[in-house]
């Protein structure tokens, strides 16, 4: 401790854990369930457990099932419906993140092929807390579906 994490003062683990089942396989069409946790695990006690108050967290990022083949306009693409983030780039080093979406229950499609690249497309629903106008000092907020 001290002297770990990428500055020398992080004394965490992330990590992704992803399990996958074939569900469904004929004529060149497939279908997977896909689960995938992520966390954060603390590594300034040895008995740190899964918990929002301490330093380590457990969430389901993904519960989806992805389908190859069902789509006649796009054979090689992946479609999916459940809870799933579209792909994230990110360089951990220094921080940096772009294309980021949201893990919310919907639809897309990924690895359309469009000319010379591909295309992801999703259509995702989000809870989220609406501050009032005056949320700095008041602290009031709706829970709302979008």
């Known amino acids: 401790i001290g002297s770990l994490g990428r ?6 683990s992330w990590f992704d854990l ?5 569900v469904y396989d004929q004529d060149g069409k497939t279908a997977h369930a896909v689960v ?5 695990v603390g590594e300034q006690y040895n008995n740190a457990v899964f918990d929002k108050d301490t330093e380590s967290n457990l969430q389901f990022s993904d519960i989806y099932l992805t389908t190859k083949g069902f789509l006649n306009f796009a054979p090689d693409a992946d479609f999916w419906v459940g809870k799933h983030y579209l792909p994230k780039y990110e360089i ?7 294309v980021r979406t949201e893990s919310g229950a919907g639809l897309g499609i990924e690895n359309w092929k469009m000319g010379p690249g591909k295309f992801n497309v999703a259509v995702v629903r989000q809870d989220l807390n609406a501050r009032a106008l005056d949320y700095d000092t008041s602290g009031n907020s709706l829970q709302i579906n979008t």
């Open 92 to 98: 951990q080093m220094l921080d940096w993140k772009s």
């Open 18 to 22: 992803q399990l996958k089942q074939k």
């Open 36 to 40: 995938m946790l992520d966390g954060n």
């Open 7 to 12: 500055f020398g003062n992080e004394y965490t």
